[in-house]
């Protein structure tokens, strides 16, 4: 059973607001990512890490940051919330393995709104 | 290319019947492939894989089925049951040993 934690859960926030998603696992995971997802759609990769001080842009475009500093802790951080921002995210992390086996552990998720 | 904005399809069953659900993959050089289920509220959890080697590969209640010469997978699920409703997608590894590319995803509705 994976243990990868998210909070908080859902989030409800101002426009112009900092705001910080965490997520931790505890299985000794070298890589993380973030995921973007709107209701009834498609997950989108928007950042991942290969371990701590690694952090990558994913495959959509996004004004979030991310950091690594732990390899346990990978934190998503937005500057200044906007509406357009309103959307679940996804934390998931997976074993760096010799082999292209690239099974993926995820969280349950934040529901962001941003009125 | 991306497909930013697709609604997902639909498939509805009956209870007990089975059900096939089908993804098109893009990118011949995919070694690694592995469907996920998502139930509502919940971050998506780990069903199958099968590595590119393999043709076909059968879990509990459910196989899945590669055909790379038309890169096409396909999921599946025997005796559907109302818990099984749910998204389901799958993802493809596209570059060796960096990340999973997932699909556009079919939602499962099983009707009792």
């Known amino acids: 059973e994976a243990d990868i934690y998210q909070t908080p859960r859902y989030l409800v926030i101002g426009t112009g607001k900092k705001i910080t998603l965490e997520c931790s696992q505890t299985?000794?995971?070298?890589?993380m990512y973030w995921y973007q997802q709107d209701p009834g759609m498609e997950l989108h990769l928007i950042h991942y890490?290969?371990?701590?001080?690694?952090?990558e842009k994913g495959d959509l475009s996004s004004e979030s940051t991310v950091s690594r500093i732990r390899t346990e802790h990978f934190p998503l951080t937005l500057e200044s919330a906007r509406p357009s921002h309103t959307s679940q995210y996804l934390c998931?992390?997976?074993?760096?393995?010799?082999?292209?086996?690239?099974?993926?552990?995820f969280g349950s998720g934040t529901q962001l709104s941003v009125l | 290319g991306e497909s930013v904005g697709l609604h997902l399809p639909t498939l509805s069953v009956q209870e007990g019947d089975n059900s096939i659900i089908n993804c098109a993959y893009s990118?011949?050089?995919?070694?690694?492939f592995i469907w996920y289920k998502q139930e509502s509220g919940k971050g998506p959890q780990f069903i199958i894989d099968?590595?590119?080697?393999?043709d076909k590969r059968q879990g509990q209640r459910v196989t899945v089925l590669l055909n790379k010469t038309v890169k096409h997978l396909s999921l599946q699920i025997a005796a559907t049951q109302p818990g099984d409703s749910a998204v389901y997608f799958c993802?493809?590894?596209?570059?060796?040993?960096?990340?999973?590319?997932f699909g556009a995803g079919t939602i499962l509705r099983v009707k009792s």
């Open positions: 998931a992390s997976s074993s760096l393995g010799g082999t292209a086996n690239e099974k993926l552990f």
């Open positions: 299985m000794g995971h070298d890589k």
């Open positions: 890490s290969y371990g701590v001080n690694s952090t």
């Open positions: 990118n011949s050089a995919s070694d690694y």
């Open positions: 099968i590595r590119s080697n393999m």
């Open positions: 993802a493809e590894n596209i570059e060796y040993g960096n990340k999973l590319v």
